[in-house]
């Protein structure tokens, strides 16, 4: 693996260089360093995917699209990391050119974007598809959870849901405005035995039956 | 490793094999003791405090797989533990075409790298249950043997909880309990109506400080990858590495123990080991050895410690070695709760594991199996990571749009984008996890065809469940339907029935197996006596679950750190008195 080809793979914020950070074994580095130099996806494979997961997750006023979230770059990793999706997906991928081809007489790469929609459209309603298109929905729903999966675990992803935490923090309980917003409470058994963040600081002390003193 | 030590062989007091909750409590226990120990790990030292160490607070986008498990980290790849089913160069086999998942941990700490960190004493009953119900046998030591020990690891680890009073889930010196997560609110309400009890979890996080060497829980919700601040248990933290740094302890890492030397007199004179950095073998000397490599490692060294005192190895004579191995039962189910879709956000990470929990709370007499379960509650805005937005093709049809219509399964664009968010958080379930029946037909032993890369003769492994843990998976399917239903959940996926024995897991993946070096007064039917000393080698110990005569519902943790301490003590005072 070359600077380069890091370069190329990185999403912004995101450290790439030798794999995943932290207590890696020997074997864990070499295999990261590898998959991460080596690619999965075809230039036209790498074309049909970026269309497509823009389609499943586009850009709006809040987020940002799939591609500018390299959600391909991620999928051509999961390739290499768990090969049992290599056969699906480039099955899928090929699919699509018989499809375009009946359809339209070209290759997918080729197709306008509306072209592409009843493409998609075929296979993306898992309960509505015509059993025909069975395995092309299979293949889809494989694709739709890759994109989605890898949209959401990025920073952009965390910033959509509105994820909070991931941060040190002092958790004191549901706030009160959705307690009361679902009609809930705490168990008053236990309100005197709660943490109460003021008590973090103190090493506890207990009595001889354990009740805690100090 | 500067030494060739079957040349000049160096002796220590005790040799401790392993260095999980067992093995890192004898650790702590005899070199403050005084005595000079060996500490022989057959995976790496680490330490979450040094930041190439840490994994704690990673996002997911600095993992390329974002989190995703792999074959040497199959919880994910920001989990501590390293190991997993399926080692590389370390295989197991099975036999009569049953089922066994061995899952191990290659590091310093062991298997306590991985754990719920759920810290339950075993009860009175635990220990007498032949006694109870007839079945299996009582173990030769009971709670009131135990309970000082108890005391001791709950002040020395700490464990959050809440006195209850309940006689078979004995209280002890609890810190306090983090209040409730709203799903768990959500499923107490459910529970209570159907009559059963939640109460605080009982979870070894420090909520307050203990002493000033380990900082406090900062509730990041992620204690599987092990905590920077040393909050919550793992054995490295809180027992090895404290024990190097006080006493004449040395680790021996990458070290993976062939057999345990003996003499001719049959005592133990030490243990043969591989180092996996030089693939040589050393030899280290001792007057004690204790194992703790967890109960199925342990059986196999004393398995493979064949010698012409023990000609079928330490234990073997007793024709149990290997023998009434049991983990814990397992099953669970999941639902999705309208109320939580589109819920409004904030921190809700919370420790490492649920803040509530159910014990045991029905009488077995009044039932058609013999033992119980406790349930473990899951659910909330956990952090999205790999796995998040996917199932929209079967999922996406439980959100309804303003009008009460429900969105179509699967789909693309902007309308997927705003649902896969408005779903997060609304999902929840809960696991049972039982006591099983100890039985003489589940076991392991050496497969004689068969070595690791070691050239040590491995595993193999033979075990069924029998009809009382299949009737107690269907009561628990019976009750996570009433609980979630009750609590206002719509069920998903379909309720397992016969033909996947009510969902109850394969047995090895609850990670609670015991039982195969079982602790007795009688040698013909017990390997070990109840101070965990081999019947048949009185200087050679087992501080893993091995010695469980039974494993309770409860998770064996708790139970291996104050049965290890009590053996420690003994070793002790046995050598004190110089008896061994």
Not at chain 2, 184 to 210: C, H, N, Q, V, Y
Not at chain 2, 221 to 236: E, L
Not at chain 2, 257 to 274: L, Y
Request: proline share 6%.
């Amino acid at each position: 693996m070359t600077g380069c080809e890091t370069e190329e793979k990185a999403v912004s914020g995101q450290i790439f260089e030798g794999g995943t950070p932290g207590g890696r074994t020997a074997e864990e580095k070499a295999r990261d360093a590898k998959l991460l130099a080596d690619s999965f996806f075809t230039e036209e494979e790498r074309k049909k995917l970026d269309t497509l997961v823009d389609i499943i997750m586009p850009a709006d006023s809040e987020s940002p699209a799939a591609t500018e979230l390299k959600v391909t770059d991620f999928m051509d990793f999961m390739m290499l990391d768990q090969p049992g999706y290599q056969t699906p997906m480039r099955g899928g991928l090929m699919w699509l050119d018989f499809e375009a081809d009946e359809k339209f007489g070209k290759p997918f790469n080729e197709l306008s974007k509306n072209q592409v929609i009843e493409i998609v459209e075929l296979v993306a309603w898992p309960d509505k598809a015509d059993p025909a298109y069975e395995g092309g929905v299979r293949w889809f729903n494989l694709l739709r959870n890759l994109t989605c999966t890898g949209y959401f675990t990025t920073e952009a992803g965390w910033k959509y849901m509105g994820y909070k935490g991931n941060t040190p923090n002092v958790w004191d309980g549901i706030p009160q405005q959705v307690l009361d917003k679902h009609g809930l409470s705490n168990p008053e058994k236990y309100t005197a035995f709660y943490l109460k963040p003021e008590d973090r600081g103190k090493v506890v002390e207990w009595d001889d039956d354990g009740n805690i003193i100090g | 490793m500067s030494f060739q030590i079957k040349e000049t062989p160096d002796t220590y007091d005790v040799i401790i094999v392993g260095s999980g909750a067992g093995g890192g409590m004898a650790s702590k226990v005899l070199s403050e003791a005084g005595l000079s120990v060996a500490v022989v790990e057959a995976g790496g030292d680490f330490d979450p405090a040094k930041d190439e160490d840490r994994t704690q607070l990673r996002p997911p986008w600095e993992s390329p797989r974002r989190g995703a498990g792999t074959r040497i980290r199959p919880f994910g790849d920001f989990d501590a533990a390293i190991g997993g089913w399926d080692i590389e160069g370390e295989p197991y086999t099975r036999k009569n075409g049953t089922q066994f998942d061995w899952f191990r941990s290659r590091m310093v700490g062991g298997r306590t790298n991985h754990w719920g960190r759920i810290s339950l004493r075993f009860g009175p009953n635990d220990f007498k249950r032949a006694s109870i119900d007839g079945m299996g046998d009582d173990w030769p030591i009971g709670y009131d043997e135990l309970k000082p020990y108890y005391d001791r690891v709950d002040k020395l680890i700490g464990v959050f909880g809440t006195k209850e009073g309940i006689y078979n889930e004995p209280d002890g010196f609890f810190l306090p309990p983090p209040k409730p997560r709203l799903h768990e609110l959500f499923i107490k309400k459910g529970a209570d109506s159907a009559g059963i009890p939640m109460i605080p979890s009982r979870l070894s996080m420090l909520t307050r400080p203990i002493n000033n060497e380990r900082g406090v829980c900062f509730f990041c919700n992620q204690c599987n990858r092990a905590c920077q601040a040393y909050a919550d248990f793992s054995a490295g933290t809180c027992l090895v590495h404290p024990a190097i740094k006080k006493g004449k302890v040395d680790l021996y890492t990458f070290s993976m123990v062939r057999k345990v030397t003996t003499d001719d007199q049959g005592k133990a004179t030490g243990v043969s080991f591989v180092s996996k950095v030089d693939m040589k073998e050393y030899k280290l000397r001792s007057r004690v050895v204790v194992l703790g490599a967890s109960a199925c490692e342990s059986a196999r060294i004393m398995m493979n410690s064949k010698s012409k005192s023990h000609p079928n190895g330490i234990g073997g004579d007793s024709g149990v070695l290997g023998r009434y191995l049991h983990d814990s039962t397992g099953a669970d189910r999941m639902g999705i709760m309208p109320d939580l879709i589109d819920r409004e956000r904030y921190n809700e990470d919370g420790v490492g594991g649920m803040h509530m929990y159910t014990p045991w709370w029905l009488d077995n007499k009044k039932l058609d199996f013999a033992r119980g379960y406790h349930i473990e509650y899951w659910g909330g805005m956990g952090q999205p990571a790999y796995g998040t937005g996917m199932s929209m093709d079967s999922m996406r049809k439980y959100i309804k749009d303003e009008f009460g219509n429900p969105s179509p399964n699967g789909g693309y664009g902007e309308g997927l984008k705003k649902d896969i968010r408005r779903i997060y958080g609304s999902t929840l379930g809960m696991s049972g996890r039982g006591e099983s029946i100890p039985r003489y037909d589940n076991y392991c032993e050496i497969d004689p065809n068969v070595v690791d890369k070691y050239g040590i003769p491995v595993l193999r492994f033979n075990y069924t469940w029998s009809d009382q843990e299949i009737k107690q998976a269907k009561h628990m399917q019976d009750t996570f339907e009433e609980i979630l239903t009750n609590a206002g959940a719509i069920l998903l996926g379909s309720k397992p029935g016969p033909e996947s024995k009510y969902g109850l897991a394969a047995p090895g993946r609850i990670i609670h197996e015991v039982g195969t070096t079982r602790m007795g007064n009688d040698a013909k039917s017990s390997v070990v006596n109840s101070n965990c000393q081999a019947h048949d080698c009185d200087n050679l110990f087992v501080v893993d679950a091995g010695p469980f005569v039974s494993q309770a519902d409860k998770n064996p943790t708790w139970t291996i750190l104050a049965l290890s301490w009590r053996t420690s003590d003994y070793i002790v005072d046995q050598l004190k008195q110089k008896n061994i």
